[in-house]
C-alpha cells in the first residue's frame, strides 16, 4: 500500500505561480511513476504530469501545460512537486496526486493509476 499526502493549493492570480507537493509513504521502494492529474467541476479527470523511475527517471506534461508547470522529485523525502508558473484561470480545479507501483503504458489514464491523494484545490483569479 502506498499513501499520498498533497499540499501547496490555494488562491493565485493570474501569471502568479503555486507549488504542490505530494508526499508518498508506505511502499514507496516500488512505485514505478507518480503523477498529478487536476479536476474541474463539471469536468472529467485530466492528466497533467507525471514522472516515471523507468529508464533512470522520464517525465511526461499534458499540452495545456507545458513549458509552465514542472514536475519533479526528491527520492529522499519520497516526495514530487509540481511547479506551475504563469497560471492561468482555466488551471483552476482539485489537483490529485497519483501513483502506481506496477508498469503504466497509458500514462495519462487515470485508471492506470492505484493510488491516489485526497487532492488540494488551486484557484486562480483573472
Known amino acids: 500500500q502506498v499513501q499520498l499526502v498533497e499540499s501547496g493549493g490555494g488562491l493565485v492570480q493570474a501569471g502568479g505561480s503555486l507549488r504542490l507537493s505530494c508526499a508518498a509513504s508506505?511502499?514507496?521502494?516500488?512505485?514505478?511513476?507518480m503523477g498529478w492529474f487536476r479536476q474541474a467541476p463539471g469536468k472529467e479527470r485530466e492528466f497533467v504530469a507525471a514522472f516515471s523511475w523507468r529508464s533512470g527517471g522520464s517525465t511526461y506534461y499534458s499540452d495545456s501545460v507545458k513549458g509552465r508547470f514542472t514536475i519533479s522529485r526528491d527520492n529522499a523525502k519520497n516526495t514530487v512537486y509540481l511547479q506551475m508558473n504563469s497560471l492561468k484561470p482555466e488551471d483552476t480545479a482539485a489537483y490529485y496526486c497519483?501513483?502506481?507501483?506496477?508498469?503504466?503504458?497509458?500514462?495519462?489514464?487515470?485508471?492506470?493509476?492505484?493510488?491516489w491523494g485526497q487532492g488540494t484545490q488551486v484557484t486562480v483569479s483573472s
Open positions: 497519483a501513483a502506481e507501483n506496477s508498469i503504466v503504458t497509458r500514462t495519462t489514464a487515470a485508471d492506470e493509476y492505484g493510488y
Open positions: 508506505g511502499r514507496t521502494f516500488s512505485l514505478f511513476i
